[in-house]
């Protein structure tokens, strides 16, 4: 992770073992430390410790990671809630690192963030606050849907 750090990388990929001195190198520089907890339910592998990351002042992101040799959920209010529940994670930093975190990650100022000028990606939940993607997995809360502010 610090090469990734000294090379200005714009996201290092499962930060699942770091090192003080990873951790770091992740909170003094501009890399964002991408979490994949599907992999890690999909492997039975150790969560990693975004408590603290968080706590140190790096930037997270969160991701599914979906592909067939590791991480088979396509599900980010699964990854939200597996992030809630084992990485240590409030709901409110979990649909940060969902959002405006992997938007980050890409080096994306006009998606993750609701503002004028972005594009107006959404998603309207069919339950009375975010916290219900955290806390309800599995169940599916996404009632309408807009991408680049038109509604699919």
Do not use: K
């Amino acid at each position: 992770m610090q090469l990734a750090v000294e090379l200005g990388a714009a996201s290092a990929d499962h930060c699942t073992h770091l090192t003080d001195a990873d951790v770091d190198a992740l909170a003094q520089g501009d890399t964002v430390a991408t979490l994949l907890p599907g992999a890690e339910f999909s492997t039975r592998s150790t969560y990693p410790d975004a408590r603290r990351l968080l706590d140190a002042g790096a930037t997270v992101a969160l991701s599914p990671d979906c592909n067939p040799g590791s991480s088979f959920t396509s599900s980010m209010p699964f990854c939200i809630a597996l992030a809630v529940r084992d990485m240590g994670m409030t709901p409110d930093e979990a649909v940060w690192a969902a959002t405006a975190g992997g938007a980050r990650a890409l080096r994306r100022d006009d998606v993750g963030r609701i503002a004028p000028g972005a594009r107006a990606d959404l998603a309207l939940l069919d339950a009375p606050s975010h916290v219900h993607l955290a806390y309800r997995p599995g169940v599916p809360l996404v009632s309408a849907v807009w991408r680049a502010g038109t509604l699919v």
